[in-house]
């Protein structure tokens, strides 16, 4: 009985979190590195957002992920739309806690693109064991697809970089994001950047290093995704994982710190993991 009683009860969200965390600094060296150096320069960092990958397939579309995070305390604050990349968003904040990290949630429309893509991944979901996308392990599942090919990983990144990303990495952190709002001795994004640089860091510079505007509110910059030996069925391949992002938040004519996202520069922050267009 307390087994079961257990099972249902709401997963608290610094949990979710720290889960989440250890995953994505285990797949990523280079953030650890980034969080030690801001550490040991005295900074003390905190999270702005964390972003996820996934499909608009009725079995784990935004939904679905997004519900830990419901039954968190989380609510949606936001809807976003990028139609070059062929996705609609949604950011969710914690009702009670307003320094509580967002969680950006973006889904691939797959009946925009080809019958081949949409095949290849019904029937990657087909293998999912039925019931599982109600389940709150769901947004921690990693390699929820199984080990991949790399040819047909080499098929999706043609069509869809995203939609590639989704089929090697599952559902994990696409990434976690500093707030620099909350450090000390960097007071703009330029000087975190020059930091990340003199580092050794590299990043990412479509759109420009920066992207947006004090006066759109909110300034945005990542490193590269670091490239990750992933274990294939057909051999061992390094490609793009994780990223790193940066954000400062500008208040609003109220006096109150924009929350949100501007999607033109989260379109450009996607590219972070496009390692094969560099």
Known sequence: MLETKLKKENMRSDIIFERLWNDYTALNPDVSAIYDAFVAAGETVINDHIA?????????????LSRVFLDAGYVEKGNYHFEAKKLVAKHYEKQDDPTAPRVFISHLLLEEFSDELQMNFNQLIDQIPKGFE??????FSKDIFGTASFSIYEKLRKESE??????????R?????????????FST??????????????????????????????????????????????GKHS???CYYEFALRYPDEEGNLYNGFIAKSADKIFESTDFYSK
């Open 173 to 185: 952190a696409n990434h976690f994001t500093v707030s620099v709002n909350h450090l000390k001795k």
């Open 52 to 64: 996820f990958r996934t499909l608009n397939h009725p079995r784990i579309c935004i939904e679905k």
């Open 189 to 234: 994004l330029g000087h975190v950047n020059d930091f990340l640089k003199s580092k050794g860091f590299r990043l990412n510079q479509s759109g420009g290093e920066i992207k947006g505007n004090p006066e759109e509110l909110l300034e945005q910059s990542s490193t590269l995704a670091g490239l990750y030996n992933l274990q294939f069925t057909d």
């Open 162 to 171: 995203y939609a590639a990303w989704v089929y090697a990495f599952g559902f």
């Open 239 to 241: 490609i793009p994982g």
């Open 134 to 139: 109600d389940e709150k392990e769901l947004i």
